[in-house]
């Protein structure tokens, strides 16, 4: 019996070394109990590792060690340098990211060779195992009566670990119970319930499935406390929903009060677009001396204040976001999932709905992620990308904004109908250095004279490529006179996240923070006869779908989506993917449970109820094609 408790001591000490470390490395606080919460799994966890090795013959035994520790330390080591290279923690799911990695494999063995202090930290006891492995006595034969007996401690520290999480049950704020289950949010998991724990969640729901439930509460209607009820419609259709439409989007369409048209509504109508998602673009990167066409654009046209774009998985978050008004499944790939979806109110068909020419180009491969997939689902039959169409040198890295805007413009500037243009570039991709990135060494004399890092300088370098592609099209659209009839509008994929804290504040005119103003950005909406518009309402990049189609008088239902028009008299709502959030009153951090602002529990409360149904239609809409089931009905 004494082998038996020695080898579970030995496993639980190295299982709360692996959490201990982890949580040193990737978080800055743990509150006492999500360390109680791990502690106990921690105990079940260790019983059934000690079972699985002293079960079987001596040999038999040491081959099932070897293979567990080192699962362990491969998984531990895995989500650790995954968390530094994509700001995010790895899921089951991102298996599917293996085309990614091969796509980017100089970064990904460069993130590798750069947090090797991960591995070797993390694979520490493997490496101890192996060397101690004959002082390990792993022979318990006499002890099998003991063993057996044994395996009862495995039910009941997991009945404990359940009562424990379901006593969290009534706490208003995001709470333990919520997250095991309710919420599916794989990097709050793994902060609050540990990385063991939360890889059984992920395990069990990717064989079992599993659907955030939208909460039958009816939403915050704030249409009366401004005069313009009185004077606009709402934006909203009569709908023909089909019966059998998952329950979670008829009850967010039944219990959404939409959103009304306002004094903006219309007034781009027929005006051609150019709609940009462009690559880590951030405001830290316009400088009025480097960037001029970008300082240009930030400061004229709407000017909204209080923008954001949350990080959600990299671009195939951050890209599908804008496109298509819907939250990304966090633990997920919205880009690929969504290729054979049907998406008839997307960016894409919403235009071609209205008689524009319709235009996609990427400067990558258009294979990336079934991107050419998902783009013709929400409308774009006609795309470019590299080894697609698109004529550009495709043998560097990153590609060149310029050279896809030299090469594209043409197809659609002296277009017979309006043109609705859609890029998402490149040139702004990590890493940021001078031997590794083309663009960066190609503009590295425009910042040599820079008192910054390296890393800071060759970000600048990179946007001053995208700020001349735009210069480039302005240019060719005054000479075609269409300047004037063309609306240009700019939004991120996501904040440059290869930059650290402090190299982003070197650029940026104000200290920023790693969870809300990290996330602070701008979003571009310009035209050559647009007076300067101030707006102060916070908002996000999946707000920009719903504002473009108000600005377009695009008949669109606003229940339709979990964004909303910011130029309408809605609340203002920014949900970073950790489920922190932003409103115009306050500033909520869902890792301390911490609200700054104005508005009691109540108000807390209500706001996670909000993005609790947002975010669960969102991935209804996702996982159960649910556009497929709405229709407009005919007037």
């Known amino acids: 019996?004494?082998?038996?408790?020695?080898?579970?001591?030995?496993?639980?000490?190295?299982?709360?070394?692996?959490?201990?470390?982890?949580?040193?490395?990737?978080?800055?606080?743990?509150?006492?109990?999500?360390?109680?919460?791990?502690?106990?799994?921690?105990?079940?966890?260790?019983?059934?590792?000690?079972?699985?090795?002293?079960?079987?013959?001596?040999?038999?035994n040491k081959i099932f060690s070897y293979i567990i520790y080192f699962v362990l330390c491969f998984w531990f080591a895995l989500e650790a340098i995954f968390k530094s290279f994509l700001q995010t923690f790895f899921s089951l799911d991102c298996f599917k990211l293996s085309d990614q990695a091969m796509g980017f494999a100089g970064e990904t063995i460069k993130v590798i060779v750069g947090n090797i202090h991960y591995l070797i930290l993390f694979f520490l006891p493997?490496?101890?195992?192996?060397?101690f492995r004959k002082k390990i006595d792993l022979n318990i034969k006499e002890n099998k009566k003991y063993l057996y007996s044994y395996i009862i401690l495995i039910p009941l520290s997991f009945l404990s670990y359940r009562l424990y999480i379901n006593s969290t049950k009534d706490n208003k704020d995001i709470s333990l119970y919520d997250l095991y289950y309710n919420i599916n949010n794989n990097d709050?998991?793994?902060?609050?319930?540990?990385?063991?724990?939360?890889?059984?969640?992920?395990?069990?729901?990717?064989?079992?499935?599993?659907?955030?439930?939208?909460?039958?509460?009816?939403?915050?209607?704030?249409?009366?406390?401004?005069?313009?009820?009185?004077?606009?419609?709402?934006?909203?259709?009569?709908?023909?929903?089909?019966?059998?439409?998952?329950?979670?989007?008829?009850?967010?369409?039944?219990?959404n009060p939409g959103t009304s048209k306002n004094k903006y509504t219309g007034i781009f109508k027929d005006k051609n677009l150019v709609f940009v998602v462009a690559e880590s673009f951030s405001t830290i990167g316009v400088r009025e001396d480097l960037t001029p066409t970008l300082y240009k654009l930030t400061n004229n046209g709407f000017v909204f204040n209080n923008y954001y774009v949350p990080y959600f998985l990299s671009t195939i978050g951050g890209e599908f976001q804008a496109d298509t008004a819907l939250y990304p499944n966090i633990n997920s790939l919205s880009i690929w999932r969504s290729g054979n979806n049907s998406f008839p109110y997307g960016l894409g068909n919403s235009f071609n709905n209205i008689n524009y020419n319709t235009y996609a180009y990427h400067n990558h491969s258009g294979y990336f992620q079934d991107r050419y997939k998902y783009l013709k689902a929400i409308g774009f039959n006609n795309f470019k990308a590299c080894a697609m169409g698109l004529d550009i040198n495709c043998d560097v890295w990153p590609e060149s904004d310029i050279e896809m805007i030299e090469k594209t413009y043409t197809d659609y500037i002296d277009s017979d109908k309006p043109f609705m243009a859609y890029y998402m570039t490149v040139s702004g991709?990590?890493?940021?250095?001078?031997?590794?990135?083309?663009?960066?060494?190609?503009?590295?004399?425009?910042?040599?004279?820079?008192?910054?890092?390296?890393?800071?300088?060759?970000?600048?370098?990179?946007?001053?490529?995208?700020?001349?592609?735009?210069?480039?099209?302005?240019?060719?659209?005054?000479?075609?006179?269409?300047?004037?009839?063309?609306?240009?509008?700019?939004?991120?994929?996501?904040?440059?996240y290869a930059l650290s804290l402090e190299e982003m504040n070197e650029l940026s005119t104000f200290k920023r923070d790693n969870l809300f103003e990290i996330n602070h950005n701008s979003l571009i909406i310009w035209n050559n006869k647009l007076n300067r518009v101030e707006i102060d309402k916070v908002g996000m990049s999946i707000d920009a779908l719903p504002t473009v189609y108000n600005l377009f008088g695009i008949e669109y239902d606003s229940r339709l989506f979990a964004g909303t028009d910011l130029l309408s008299n809605s609340d203002g709502l920014v949900i970073l993917s950790n489920r922190s959030w932003i409103t115009d009153k306050g500033k909520y951090n869902s890792i301390t449970n911490e609200y700054i602002g104005i508005g009691d529990v109540d108000y807390v409360n209500n706001i996670n109820k909000t993005i609790q149904n947002k975010i669960s239609f969102s991935r209804s809409m996702i996982t159960n094609n649910g556009y497929k089931y709405i229709k407009i009905k005919e007037k």
């Open 1 to 60: 019996m004494k082998k038996i408790i020695k080898i579970n001591l030995l496993n639980y000490i190295v299982l709360i070394f692996f959490e201990a470390m982890f949580a040193l490395i990737s978080f800055d606080i743990y509150s006492k109990s999500e360390v109680l919460s791990i502690l106990i799994y921690s105990l079940f966890s260790s019983f059934i590792m000690t079972i699985l090795m002293t079960v079987g013959s001596e040999k038999t």
């Open 126 to 131: 493997f490496i101890l195992l192996i060397i």
């Open 188 to 255: 709050l998991n793994i902060q609050k319930l540990g990385v063991i724990s939360s890889f059984e969640l992920d395990l069990y729901r990717t064989i079992f499935g599993f659907e955030d439930k939208v909460i039958n509460v009816n939403f915050e209607d704030n249409s009366n406390k401004e005069d313009e009820i009185f004077l606009y419609d709402k934006n909203i259709l009569d709908l023909d929903i089909a019966n059998n439409i998952d329950s979670n989007i008829k009850l967010y369409i039944e219990n």
């Open 429 to 496: 991709h990590m890493e940021y250095n001078f031997f590794g990135n083309n663009i960066a060494s190609k503009n590295k004399s425009l910042v040599d004279n820079l008192n910054l890092s390296t890393s800071a300088s060759a970000y600048l370098a990179t946007q001053i490529e995208l700020d001349r592609a735009l210069e480039l099209l302005i240019n060719k659209l005054e000479e075609a006179n269409k300047l004037d009839d063309t609306v240009i509008i700019l939004t991120a994929d996501h904040y440059p």
